[in-house]
């Protein structure tokens, strides 16, 4: 299998001067199959097994359950607002199918372009193809809404991996988190694409009472046609959107009315698994959670800044409670886990570790931070129920000044104990 | 200040009882009052209780630290410390006695442990002194000898320029049969050939007693001990003029199949004690032994007993033995400060020179990895020929030898040499095999602290490591790896970095001095960018050496 792979890989090696580009593209595929034969040279002679591949998989890893809740959950919701297949199984292959027709091109786009960045100035700069890329890619599908149109996703991962990670330096030198930055990228150059009621339910025109589905011609000509064979119910072309559906996310009904109008609408059990509108990746927290235990068990996040991101949350929370202005500071603190992309952002966002402050007690700083500015953002402006991907891109680029004091203090340790013994 | 979160834990329960207490109270209403008046003196009567144990807890913790009882470690508080509650229990020798515990470090469990034999027949026919091995000498010092000159044991060699009074000696007796240059001529290595019976140069015998500083520093350089000495910061050579704050020795080595020093030191305890009481005479400061406070059994009575010296246990991982996280723990080393540091069998080199009365370099050698027929310990002297201490013992071709262990030792041939200060040969296998998705599939066979390795659920497994980098060199991405190996109070990735941008403030303030290559070698083994580690920080203490 090895030799075969090999003499695969010897026969398709492009000349290295005359295809430069091709070449790297060649390296980057054959680094993937076949860990390189390089030994260890001055220094260390054995070294860890875990290299930046490993690590940067295994975020993947965490996500894979998050991919496939958020699939079916894009076809569950889309059936949700049409008034068809109410309970969460039935209908299982359409709304599965609906994902899966959703999402892939939303994967493929995100992929195409940002790794076609990333190709382009590994071989510009004349290095290795790096992995950042790997989870970035797989990030960005996760926390766009559904119905993202497709041009509009593609500006904003080049953008991000353009101008956020390539103008720093590649892989480890970006300031601000690349998936985040093709998130806000959309949030304020499209808007309406990525906030409102209207976006986190896809496949209808409109999502107004009324108005017809929107099917494509795989889901009535390819699909159809093969669910009758099985005689499975297909999809119906003719169904238009419920009475008195309105798509709104539990928190954008916090925001306007409290509470209770979030309990009119959804319950908490059904907040909690997940099955209510949203971006793909964040309804799920049960699933978000063991991603999470995942990461901390292997290491690869820092459970530091978990765990004071979740203090934070809780602490401003509390003081909104009692301050209890408006109908929003008063839903009860806990109830902030239930709703949005807080756990998400937690797990997969603040802890990019190139991002995110490096050393130990600045990682209790940042993350406790995030946790009160998500929460001043989502609770206390007047535009836009959420706030994480705001608090964290506010805190990535704060993130070296807390550094900055955490090394400090070192220093002034050092100091202080030099002239004491002198 | 330790026993401040078990005081918390006592006032938080006091108070939760008094608000229960209190709470019952309130809802029973007029009927039964009687219950908030109970618990309110109850809670009064605690209060009461709490005011006098806190009271004279403090005053028992004020009286410890002015007649300097604290001092010792021993907690004199009336409430039990975390650490006495949480602590590992530890073994009956380690009963009030100065004591480190370290958490961060991790043990790379390697195939290959020497056996607790020494095979007196190995022998290495040639030995070499090479001046390659020493930081901040000229790399062409001024040769005393000639090729084809007959030397004995303790007879110089050659001598540093800049500092002649410096001189190496033969560690054997024999003929001189090679100097060895590499690039710009610089010489790196002076061979002799050793005789079967090694004859010693008869030394002056010396008055330890009473004897002045500058009498023993000359005695020292003339004998040719002095290179036996290493100073830090840099790692270098000893100053000559300047005595040192104090003098660090560790007495375990927890490098991977690092040679056991306990088992090391038998049958040589007098001449290390001696070599003890040499160092308290070269130093205004004391003599810092570190032991190994891991094991069940108590470290060699050479070391628990030594005698004019400060010992301290240290319980911990790889790399608690290294004298500089020792040092780091004991009274670190700060800007301006210089401090010396010894290997056991250096100690008792220096030792021998006035129990013996020569110049006596023989080493205990662990010869150790999992590629060899038979690892064992050998009976040699310094500098040994590598091909001669493994003789016939590979089990296959194609490995790698290093003199010392796998992290910080130097690769060598079959004919060069052991370095200066090595007591260890470690063979591994060589690594370049490609791996098919190597860096996705979980490997048995790989050491590593990441929990992404099935070997994390089985934390006695022992790897026969090879020296495949695993994955590609890469910009600095993970962080927290590097603190999880390396117990001091030092941002290790903060401090290359600015190694990598050659700013001297901030690598001397954020404790350059304290390192050495193989305090931050674990650093380079975890490193997920597989940077070079070792060779960064070495660059940032020769700039830092240049400046001063």
């Known amino acids: 299998m090895k030799k075969a792979l090999l003499k695969f890989f010897e026969r398709i090696e492009p000349d290295k001067k005359k295809s430069p580009f091709l070449h790297t593209l060649y390296d980057g595929f054959f680094t993937f199959a076949l860990t390189p034969a390089h030994v260890t040279k001055g220094g260390v002679h054995i070294r860890d097994g875990m290299d930046l591949k490993r690590q940067m998989v295994h975020v993947v890893f965490a996500l894979l359950l998050l991919y496939l809740f958020g699939m079916y959950n894009a076809g569950h919701q889309h059936f949700t607002a049409l008034g068809q297949y109410p309970s969460l199984l039935s209908g299982f292959h359409l709304k599965l199918i609906f994902g899966i027709i959703l999402m892939l091109p939303i994967f493929v786009v995100t992929h195409v372009v940002g790794l076609g960045i990333e190709f382009y100035y590994a071989y510009k700069k004349g290095h290795g193809i790096e992995e950042g890329f790997l989870v970035s890619g797989a990030l960005i599908p996760l926390i766009m809404p559904p119905d993202i149109p497709l041009w509009i996703l593609a500006l904003s991962v080049a953008f991000a991996v353009w101008i956020g990670k390539e103008a720093f330096g590649g892989t480890g030198m970006n300031v601000l988190n690349i998936a985040l930055l093709a998130r806000v990228f959309v949030f304020f150059a499209y808007p309406t694409y990525i906030s409102g009621d209207q976006v986190w339910v896809a496949g209808m025109e409109k999502l107004a009472a009324g108005s017809p589905v929107d099917y494509g011609w795989i889901h009535l000509n390819f699909f159809n046609p093969i669910f009758e064979s099985f005689g499975w119910a297909t999809y119906d072309a003719a169904a238009t959107v419920a009475d008195g559906y309105s798509g709104a996310t539990p928190l954008s009904l916090a925001f306007h009315s409290g509470w209770e109008a979030v309990a009119s609408q959804y319950t908490p059990s059904e907040m909690w698994w997940g099955t209510i509108p949203g971006s793909v990746g964040e309804t799920s927290k049960p699933l978000i959670i063991l991603g999470a235990l995942f990461l901390i068990f292997t290491k690869v996040a820092d459970w530091r800044i978990m765990v004071s991101m979740v203090g934070g949350l809780a602490v401003t929370a509390m003081l909104l409670n009692g301050w209890g202005a408006t109908e929003f500071m008063k839903v009860p603190w806990y109830y902030h886990f239930y709703m949005g992309s807080f756990l998400f952002a937690m797990a997969f966002m603040a802890t990019d570790p190139v991002t995110a402050t490096s050393t130990p007690t600045g990682k209790w700083i940042y993350g406790f931070l995030i946790g009160v500015v998500g929460m001043v953002i989502r609770v206390l402006n007047p535009a836009y129920p959420e706030g994480w991907m705001l608090a964290i891109l506010f805190m990535n680029v704060f993130a070296p000044l807390i550094d900055h004091y955490v090394l400090q203090a070192n220093i002034s340790r050092r100091l202080k104990r030099a002239r004491a013994s002198a | ?548």
């Open chain 2, 1 to 548: 200040m330790k026993n401040s979160t078990s005081k918390a834990i006592f006032t938080i329960v006091s108070m939760l009882i008094a608000s229960a207490a209190w709470a019952q109270g309130a809802n029973s209403g007029s009927g039964s009052g009687n219950i908030l008046i109970y618990s309110l003196i109850s809670v009064a009567v605690l209060v009461f209780f709490y005011i006098v144990i806190q009271v004279s807890d403090s005053l028992l913790v004020i009286e410890s630290k002015q007649s300097g009882a604290a001092a010792s470690g021993a907690n004199f508080s009336l409430f039990p410390s975390w650490k006495e509650l949480f602590a590992p229990r530890l073994p009956d020798f380690l009963h009030n006695k100065p004591m480190t515990i370290l958490k961060r470090g991790h043990d790379i469990l390697l195939e290959g442990e020497a056996a607790r034999v020494v095979d007196e027949q190995v022998s290495a026919n040639a030995y070499a002194v090479q001046p390659v091995n020493f930081v901040g000498v000229s790399p062409i010092p001024k040769m005393l000898v000639d090729v084809g000159a007959e030397v004995k044991a303790g007879d110089p060699l050659f001598q540093d320029k800049a500092r002649p009074e410096i001189v190496w000696v033969s560690p054997v007796s024999g003929e001189v049969i090679a100097v060895n240059r590499g690039e710009k001529r610089a010489i790196t290595s002076v061979v002799v050939l050793a005789d079967k019976e090694i004859k010693y140069r008869e030394l002056p015998a010396f008055q330890l007693e009473g004897c002045t500083r500058e009498d023993l520093v000359t005695f020292l350089l003339e004998t040719g001990a002095w290179p036996l000495i290493r100073q830090r910061p840099f790692d270098v050579l000893a100053d000559t003029d300047e005595a040192p704050r104090d003098i660090f020795i560790s007495t375990f080595d927890t490098a991977p199949l690092a040679p056991d020093l306990n088992f090391v030191i038998e049958g040589r305890e007098e001449a290390f004690q001696k070599g003890l009481d040499v160092l308290g005479k070269l130093t205004a400061g004391k003599v810092h032994l570190g032991l190994d406070g891991r094991g069940k059994q108590a470290p060699h009575k050479a070391f628990a007993e030594a005698k004019g010296v400060e010992v301290r246990y240290f319980h911990g991982k790889h790399p608690i033995g290294n004298v500089g996280v020792q040092i780091h723990h004991i009274k670190p080393v700060a800007a301006g400060d210089k401090v010396w540091t010894l290997g056991v069998q250096e100690v008792i080199t220096l030792g021998r020179l006035f129990t013996e009365g020569r110049y006596n370099a023989e080493r205990i050698v662990a010869v150790t990895g999992a590629e060899l027929k038979e690892p064992k310990y050998v009976r040699t002297y310094l500098g040994a020929k590598v091909g001669g201490l493994i003789g016939g013992n590979l089990s296959h071709d194609h490995v790698r030898l290093i003199s010392g262990d796998v992290l910080s030792g130097r690769q060598k041939t079959a004919d060069d040499f052991l370095d200066y200060y090595d007591d260890q040969v470690t063979v591994v296998e060589e690594g370049d095999e490609y791996k098919v998705f190597g860096w996705l599939l979980p490997s048995f066979n790989t050491p590593s602290i990441s929990k992404t390795f099935p070997s994390a659920f089985f934390p006695k497994m022992k790897f026969r490591a090879e020296t495949n980098t695993h994955g590609e060199p890469r910009a600095f991405v993970v962080t927290g790896s590097y603190e999880q190996v390396l117990p001091m109070d030092i941002h290790p990735q903060d401090l290359f970095k600015s190694i990598l941008v050659g700013d001297f403030e901030k690598m001397e303030g954020l404790g350059i001095y304290e390192l050495i290559e193989e305090d931050v070698a674990l650093c380079e083994f975890v490193c997920v960018s597989k940077q070079p580690i070792q060779q960064i920080l070495r660059k940032g203490l020769d700039t830092m050496r240049e400046q001063s």
